[in-house]
């Protein structure tokens, strides 16, 4: 988790990683899990690479992927639907602080992984956290859903 919690060390608030199930089928043709994994940035300044005063309302929908993961686990169970999901959220802000990965590592910096050429894709680099925790917890046979 060491891209998602460089996000989140610009904060006071502590991230999580949410894990949500819903198991609607018992054991058969339709009881491998299917992964939903969405973003939860709660708050996006951008980072060392500061927003635009003007976007900065728009941030708010930074956990759109979040609330659409959560939304179908509700919507699944509600519906009483004969398939099982586990949802995968991580969730933080993004804030400029000086033991943060904008400020520690510096724009440009070429880390083991990843290179940050702008703090404010902060989005990918908790997703990739998420989405290696799923491959790495999941059943073999789990179904990772791609765009």
């Known amino acids: 988790m060491g891209s998602f919690l460089s996000v989140a060390k610009g904060s006071d608030q502590a991230p999580r990683l949410i894990v949500a199930k819903y198991q609607g089928a018992g054991r058969g043709r339709f009881a491998n899990p299917i992964a939903l994994v969405g973003k939860g940035i ?8 500061l927003k635009p005063a003007a976007d900065m309302d728009e941030m708010k929908f930074d956990m759109c992927g979040a609330a659409s993961v959560l939304g179908t686990l509700r919507a699944a169970a509600e519906l009483k639907l004969k398939l099982n999901l586990v949802g995968v959220i991580p969730a933080c802000e993004n804030c400029p602080r000086a033991r943060q990965q904008a400020w520690r590592h510096r724009d440009f910096d070429v880390r083991q ?6 703090t404010d894709a902060e989005g990918r680099l908790i997703l990739c956290d998420a989405l290696t925790y799923v491959q790495r917890s999941s059943p073999p046979r789990w179904s990772i859903s791609r765009p």
């Open 42 to 49: 709660t708050f996006d300044s951008g980072g060392i690479s």
């Open 113 to 118: 992984t990843i290179e940050v050429l702008n």
